[in-house]
């Protein structure tokens, strides 16, 4: 019984210790730089492909300094393809999600949890500077998350102040200073991974009923070899 139980614990250990490796946070965040603010109304934003499925439950803006946005942004997720699959506002109101980098914030607003599958995608988020914009920051390195690979920063002109999938890699007359600058992200969604505690549960239950089994089995193979 005793050995029955330190199985089951060993079991529970590498359980908790696995679950204690999910990742959080936004899709992508850096480190160093400098900010621009540009011109104009337009929509910036990236290319990006998921390497291995990955669940978004919010999308986010850049708060340069962490002081509050001037303005509230809607940011949008496309597909590679150009198929919108969410959209909203991020303002002062949305959650707070501190950068790695030191210099502002992720505001973030939720949106109803997606599964992006293996492919490309493009956000965009729309910089309303005819109504009071915010600071984009051009970054000296970008990390993002195991399954996400960075693409290439984009944008779109000539909409205004409406959310469009922005399609312009270029780097022509009045577009260079805007390539490379972050406004708009997504956070991963971490809502169907089981806590900690409901794994522990789970693996003593499973871990004793495997021992259990391959206890029985044993019993049984030593009465056949005494018959």
Partial sequence: MMRTIQLAVACVT????TAGQVQAGVILDFAGGSTMFGAG???VGF???VTAPVAVDGLAWWDEGGDGLNSPHEVGLWTGGGSL???????????IEPSTSGFGNWLITDIATLNLGLGDYVIGGV???STGGDLLRFPATATTISGIVFGVPIQHFGNGLTLTMPNFTGTGTGTTGIIGALGPNLRLSTAAVPEPSSLALFGIGACVACVGTA?????EQKQLATT
């Fill in 85 to 95: 699959l969410a959209s909203t506002f991020v303002s002062n109101g949305s959650t």
């Fill in 215 to 219: 206890r029985r089995r044993r019993r």
């Fill in 14 to 17: 590498v359980l908790i210790a």
């Fill in 127 to 129: 910089q309303p500077n």
């Fill in 47 to 49: 290319t990006f492909s």
């Fill in 41 to 43: 109304d337009y929509t």
